[in-house]
């Protein structure tokens, strides 16, 4: 037995045997494995010779990719012992078939690998998940304009897939060694990422020793949000706990997360003289300016020599940190210090949710809003935004010029002298001004270049700073500079100039190559010929600081109407003398993941925790011990609660924050059956609906079936469903644009829904919904089972407050409680012989003497409060006494602020087809001392399928049984009668916490805060 044991060949010696076995699989297999090594050696060449090109220092990049080399044939290793399975498994089958599918899966994995090398050698930065979340439209401008690529760069991504094509055809021959040296490369290569290797925010190499195709792969994974998950409304606890890092924020609301009154500290004041009438705000974002090439302590030199003598005059803070690696998050932030949602607040377009802003409170205090942007301002939907905030829109691709503008846009110079010539500087009304300016961005395209590229370089020959960047990127903001110039001068020159505050800073730093704070570190300057003094501030402020700041000393000089409660989280800017910081600042990268955070002098980056310190006047990161674990439980709360309130509408209390009641428009389905339209029958109109100003809301379903002939089923063609609200006058007041791409099929369905607040299209009678369809690819095509169906809000929206007034049954009880509560209730009988509404608790025994109209009569402006109205025996005559109670609402102006409870489930059904909100009374299963609950579960599931009523309400004790059996649906309660006392007002508060509890009944002869 021992003999035989001994004689079984080893199972690591039969491997050894099939990889050196020409005729086996696995050899074959491990040939394309070696070959596809030599391609990685080739692309990391190839990536050295483009970023050496692009950006010079040959030996820095080489050695990068030499380690980013080793670092990939770790990757190719593992991936390879994933993939041999199959590959073996299908050699068996067919072994030359397989290597051919494999060697063209091969071939194609290394041409995107070249491509993602040639767009990290432009740009400066692995292409990520940021791919997918733009347009055909905005890809293709991106990519024009970006810098030329030069012809060779093409042929030598080319040549890599096409060589690892023809040439892997060949076997290479193994021999007995070869596994072995392999698997001794492949530890080495695995010893030297262990020791190597550094993803902190320490390695500005990271980027450069990065696989590109497993940094792509990896962007879309790149979350840190799994242990929060808010969908189903914030736990008390984990709200509280989030709270308590914002102890100088006196919090509002449980159901508003961020809501808090407003800080009215002005932090500024004291260094303004301002004058009698309300001064003019210029604000001036600046493409790309960061702080490491501008102001005193750059890293490298600076070339903004104006803005820098301007920064000796101003208040100027040294240390700002930007919210995002691209220009998608500057504007909201400098607006409201509004949160990301799910990849930056302007992504939600004109749906976003109600916000407060520096623009709309300056606009409601009589400032004129106007945006000065030579580009596409519909680029990342930034117009919805300006619109959105009221304000007009100047230049937008109104010129097409070549001497003017660049594939972005208007050149900075250009846009600033047409824009003087469009401000009417007489006018009595104060202006806020903003400018965003492109011309520092790729391709670097300028006038005279030469000129400033010429200057930069007699700069660089200076004793002093060194310098980094190429001439042709860096010598940009030399131009922007004296674009900069410009523009002071014009204004200078204008009336009002001496009541004028300008704001500058930059979008983020354009050299995204960067330590990880660099990235975000922007200058911030404040400066106004009303200034008593320049000062610079070493503390660290963000881009959240600037509106809380303004808004404060506009308010604390002028009469100013401000909002009492506010959402932005920041207090403002800090103006100490010495370096702290104190500020909150998310951050998003390029991939619109939020991966870092500056909480005071704490940063999370990539899920590490580090402090910053301020050393020679530079920023640092050194590694912090997290206790508790306190930094990242921040974080990770933040970001579940930032996109919980923007995806629930929850920033601020508005008419329109609560789920919208949605009533379904009956006949608006269109069915073509097989009809065949070509270009020439575009844009094809699917729905034209007037529309009604009651509407709150609009939700458009929409689907279709595409057939086309095989010649035409390819990819790359595109159709686009249009959305549009067109007023009275035929001016466009809502545009969506929705792309349906990739026809790789001969029948194509497609599907969407679309929601649109009235809030945000401002409708009026008289207006149309238009969807419709056009013909991007010119082709011929067969549509068939359009269907549409559009759903109109109601208008309903729940108060601010829950807590409403119980069994308000008097005029007199009326006038004290709508004072103290946004809701009463009130119990009704219906009478057959009279046809009126009676104010009655007990039909039987109560003695109708007060009508519902006179009782309505004596109410003191009887809409501004909402109503529960208990309709006694709705159950019988309901259609009378819903016609009753429609016209009482119209004839009081109480519109739609009411419910009509009953529980009988036929007279609700009845009183929903006349558009009335409706509230199913449940039996209460806490009186009994044996319940069957199944029955009564049972019972309510069959009754609200066949009514969807509106809510269901019941006394207090239903609470938990109501949101576990019925979560989606809204819930009334009544917690009666009940003293005033500490236990029953805390059960008040805690009920009003709960995201399903929309009203809560008390005989409290005062309201409750919660």
């Keep these: 037995m021992k003999e035989n044991f001994m004689q079984k060949p080893h199972r690591c010696g039969m491997l050894s045997n099939m990889l050196i076995d020409d005729k086996s699989p696995l050899h074959g297999f491990l040939s394309l494995t070696i070959w596809a090594a030599i391609t990685v ?175 792509f792969l990896k962007s879309f994974g790149q979350s840190w949000q799994d242990d929060y998950n808010f969908d189903n409304g914030v736990p008390a606890d984990d709200l509280d706990k989030f709270r308590s890092y914002f102890l100088e924020n006196e919090f509002v609301e449980a159901e508003f997360p961020f809501l808090h009154k407003e800080n009215d500290d002005d932090v500024l004041g004291r260094f303004f003289d301002l004058g009698d009438e309300k001064p003019n705000i210029v604000m001036i974002v600046v493409e790309g300016l960061g702080r490491e090439n501008s102001g005193r302590y750059s890293k490298y030199i600076s070339t903004t020599p104006f803005l820098d003598s301007l920064a000796d005059h101003s208040l100027y803070w040294l240390n700002c940190m930007s919210v995002s690696q691209r220009t998608a998050g500057v504007l909201p932030a400098l607006f409201g210090a509004l949160p990301f949602g799910r990849e930056g607040f302007m992504a939600y377009k004109r749906n976003a949710p109600e916000f407060n802003s520096l623009p709309k409170i300056l606009k409601n205090n009589g400032y004129k809003f106007s945006f ?150 922007v200058p911030l300057l404040i400066w106004s010929p009303m200034l008593k003094e320049n000062r610079y501030f070493p503390a660290v402020a963000s881009h959240r600081d600037v509106a809380p700041s303004l808004v404060n000393l506009l308010s604390h000089r002028y009469d100013m109407a401000v909002p009492d409660e506010v959402s932005w989280l920041n207090s403002g800017l800090d103006t100490a003398s010495m370096f ?198 010119d082709l011929k095509m067969g549509i068939t089972n359009v269907q549409s169906n559009i759903d109109i809000s109601t208008g309903f929206a729940y108060p601010k407050s829950k807590i409403w007034a119980h069994r308000v049954n008097s005029p007199e009880q009326a006038n004290v409680k709508k004072k103290l509560f946004d809701g009463i209730e009130v119990d009704l009988a219906y009478d057959i012989d009279s046809g009126e509404l009676f104010v009655s608790h007990d039909v039987e025994k109560d003695k109708m003497r007060l009508t519902f109209r006179q009782y309505l009569q004596m109410v003191d402006n009887p809409g501004d409060v909402y109503y529960w109205l208990d309709v006694k025996n709705l159950y019988d005559n309901a259609d009378a006494i819903c016609d009753t109670i429609l016209s009482l609402a119209e004839l009081y102006g109480f519109g739609n602020r009411f419910f009509v409870e009953s529980w009988d489930g036929g007279a609700l059904k009845k009183a929903r087809t006349k558009g009335i909100m409706t509230s199913l009374w449940v039996d209460n299963m806490a009186e009994k001392s044996n319940p069957d609950t199944a029955q009564w579960l049972n019972k309510y599931s069959r009754i609200i399928a066949d009514v969807n009523p509106d809510a269901l309400s019941a006394e207090y004790r239903m609470w938990h049984p109501l949101t576990r059996f019925f979560p989606e649906m809204n819930i009334h309660l009544w917690h009666t009668p009940a003293d005033f006392t500490v236990e029953n007002a805390n059960l008040t508060r805690e009920m009003c916490h709960d995201g399903h509890v929309k009203v809560v009944l008390v005989d409290y002869d005062k309201s409750i805060s919660y």
């Design 41 to 215: 050696v080739l692309t990391r060449l190839f990536e050295t010779l483009f970023v050496t090109y692009y950006f010079g220092d040959l030996f820095s990049h080489f050695v990068n990719n030499l380690l980013g080399m080793c670092f990939d044939f770790v990757y190719l290793t593992l991936a390879s012992v994933v993939v041999a399975v199959p590959f073996y498994f299908f050699s068996r089958l067919s072994e030359k078939k397989t290597l051919l599918v494999f060697r063209w899966l091969y071939a194609v994995i290394a041409l995107v690998a070249m491509f993602l090398v040639g767009y990290y050698s432009q740009a400066g930065i692995p292409l990520d998940r940021v791919f997918f979340m733009y347009s055909i439209e905005e890809i293709i401008e991106i990519i024009s304009s970006s810098q030329t690529t030069a012809w060779w760069m093409w042929i030598c991504i080319a040549i890599v897939p096409v060589f690892l094509f023809f040439l892997s055809k060949n076997k290479l021959k193994i021999r007995k060694m070869t596994p072995v040296c392999l698997m001794s490369a492949f530890v080495v290569c695995c010893i030297l990422r262990v020791v190597f290797y550094d993803s902190s925010v320490n390695n500005p190499n990271y980027y450069e020793q990065s696989d590109k195709i497993c940094y």
């Design 372 to 521: 000065y942007y030579g580009g596409k301002a519909d680029f990342d939907n930034m117009s919805d935004f300006i619109e959105l905030n009221g304000g007009s829109q100047y230049f937008a691709e109104r010129y097409a010029s070549s001497d003017q503008r660049n594939e972005w846009g208007l050149y900075d110079k250009f846009l600033f002298s047409e824009a003087a010539k469009c401000i009417d500087f007489q006018s009595e009304t104060p202006r806020f001004d903003l400018y965003m300016t492109l011309t520092s961005h790729m391709p670097w395209d300028y006038p005279d270049r030469d000129k400033y590229m010429d200057e930069y370089s007699k700069m660089t020959s200076d004793e002093g700073k060194t310098h980094y960047y190429d001439a042709l990127s860096t010598a940009s903001y030399l131009y922007v500079d004296e674009a900069l110039e410009q523009i002071f001068n014009a204004y200078r020159d204008k009336p009002g100039f001496e009541n004028t505050i300008f704001i500058i800073t930059g979008d983020h730093n354009y050299y995204l190559y960067n330590y990880v704070l660099e990235k975000y570190h």
């Design 580 to 777: 702290q910081s104190t500020t909150f600042s998310p951050q998003m990268d390029a991939s619109r993941n939020m991966v870092n955070m500056l909480y005071h002098d704490y940063y999370v980056d990539n899920g590490n925790v580090y402090k910053i310190e301020y050393v020679d006047n530079q920023l640092k990161l050194v590694e912090a011990f997290d206790s508790g674990n306190r930094m990242m439980s921040l974080f990770k709360l933040y970001k579940a609660m930032d996109k919980y309130v923007c995806d629930n509408d929850l920033l601020i209390w508005s008419d329109s924050h609560d789920a919208f009641e949605w009533l379904r428009l009956e006949n608006q389905s269109v069915m073509l059956t097989d009809t065949i339209v070509t270009d020439s029958d575009f844009p094809l109109t699917v729905v034209d609906l007037p529309l009604d100003a009651d509407y709150n809301a609009l939700k458009v379903h929409f689907s279709l079936d595409f057939l086309f002939e095989e010649k035409d089923a390819k990819e790359g063609l595109s159709l686009a469903l249009v959305t549009k609200i067109v007023d009275v006058t035929g001016k466009t007041v809502y545009y969506g644009c929705n792309e349906i791409r990739s026809f790789d099929e001969l029948v194509k369905h497609y599907e969407y829904t679309e929601t649109i607040k009235r809030s945000n299209y401002r409708c009026s009678n008289g207006s149309h919904l238009m969807i419709y369809l056009w013909n991007w690819g």
